[in-house]
C-alpha cells in the first residue's frame, strides 16, 4: 500500500484536522513471546502535523505475529481449531467445558488470539479422536444424553468402528448376554451395555476382535475355552459353532475336490477342524500382538 492512499473523510486524532490524512504500510519487526518476528504494519500519516497513529479498522499486524509464531512453534491455527469442531459439529462451549477452560477462551483462539503452549497442548491432544471419545466418555455431565450419542456416533464413524446396532448383532448372534460378552473380551463390567448404548467408543484392538468374532466363529470358541463360561447357552453356542465350522469345511472340500467317492467327507472335515483348533491358540495370540502393536489413527 503507497504512502499517498488519501483518506479525505478521516480525522487525525493528534491535530484534529479533516482531510489531510493518508494510509501506509511499513514492514517492521515485533517481538511475540521472545521471538523476533517481521510483520506489515498499517500506519496512518497526517501531513498536517506529521502524526503517525494507528487504527482499529486497518488490519491488525499482530495477527501475522501470531500466525507467524504458530508456524515456528508447530501450534494449532484458528482455521485448524474450527475445521476440527466442525468435523465432529462440537460446540464451542462444549469444548471449553471438556477442557475446564472459561466460556470465551476457544472462541478468541479462533478469532486469532495467540494461545499459551500449555492449551495448545491440552486441544492437540483433545483433537485425538480416541481422546475426544474418552473425555466425553467420562464427562457425561458436559452435555445432554442424545448430543453426547450423536458426537460419539461420528467418531466411531471416522475411525471405521462398528456400530452399536453392530455391537448388539455380534452378541445376539452367539445368544450372549452382556456380563459374558464382558467376561468372553477379558473388559471391565458395564463396558458391553455402553457399547451397545452408544455411550462409549470400543477401541482398536477390541473392535478388531469384534470383527473377527463376527467372520469366525472358531475365535468365539477359543475364547469361551479361555474365559471358563459355563451354562447351557454356552454349551449351546459351541455346539453350533462346532457344526458350523465342520459344515464349512465339508463344504470347501466338495468345493475344491469333489465328492471324493468313498471318504466320509463329514468325518474329514471333522478331523481337519480339530486340526484348526490346535492351531487357533498361537493365531490368537498373534492378533493380539498384532492389535496391541498397531498405533492408534
Request: proline share 4%.
Amino acid at each position: 500500500m503507497s504512502r499517498n492512499e488519501h483518506l479525505p473523510d478521516t480525522t487525525c486524532p493528534a491535530c484534529g484536522q479533516v482531510g489531510r490524512v493518508s494510509r501506509f504500510a511499513r514492514r517492521e519487526t515485533i517481538d511475540v513471546r521472545g521471538l523476533e518476528l517481521e510483520v506489515e504494519k498499517f500506519l496512518r500519516h497526517c501531513e498536517a502535523c506529521d502524526a503517525e497513529f494507528e487504527n482499529t479498522r486497518d488490519p491488525d499486524w499482530r495477527i501475522e505475529g501470531y500466525e507467524k509464531y504458530r508456524e515456528v512453534k508447530g501450534m494449532l491455527s484458528p482455521a485448524r481449531i474450527k475445521a476440527w469442531r466442525r468435523e465432529y459439529d462440537l460446540k464451542q462451549a462444549e469444548v471449553t467445558s471438556l477442557l475446564g477452560w472459561g466460556e470465551v477462551t476457544l472462541g478468541r483462539y479462533e478469532n486469532g488470539s495467540l494461545q499459551t503452549e500449555a492449551h495448545d497442548k491440552r486441544l492437540a491432544e483433545l483433537m485425538d479422536p480416541s481422546h475426544l471419545a474418552a473425555m466425553i466418555a467420562a464427562h457425561p455431565e458436559t452435555m445432554q444424553t442424545e448430543r453426547r450419542r450423536e458426537i460419539l456416533a461420528r467418531i466411531r464413524q471416522a475411525q471405521g468402528l462398528l456400530s452399536p446396532e453392530d455391537v448388539v448383532a455380534l452378541r445376539s448372534k452367539y445368544g450372549f448376554n452382556a456380563e459374558e460378552m464382558e467376561r468372553l473380551m477379558a473388559i471391565p463390567e458395564g463396558t458391553w451395555g455402553r457399547w451397545e448404548g452408544g455411550d462409549e467408543i470400543q477401541g482398536k484392538a477390541a473392535d478388531l476382535l469384534m470383527r473377527e468374532m463376527a467372520e469366525h466363529p472358531d475365535v468365539v470358541r477359543s475364547l469361551l475355552e479361555r474365559s471358563g463360561l459355563e451354562s447351557v447357552a454356552v454349551r449351546n453356542t459351541l455346539q453350533r459353532i462346532d457344526e458350523d465350522v465342520e459344515r464349512r469345511v465339508a463344504e470347501a472340500i466338495i468345493r475344491q475336490f469333489g465328492a471324493l467317492n468313498g471318504i466320509d467327507v463329514q468325518q474329514l472335515a471333522r478331523i481337519a477342524t480339530g486340526e484348526i483348533r490346535k492351531a487357533q491358540p498361537a493365531i490368537l495370540a498373534a492378533m493380539g500382538q498384532a492389535a496391541a502393536s498397531r498405533p492408534i489413527a
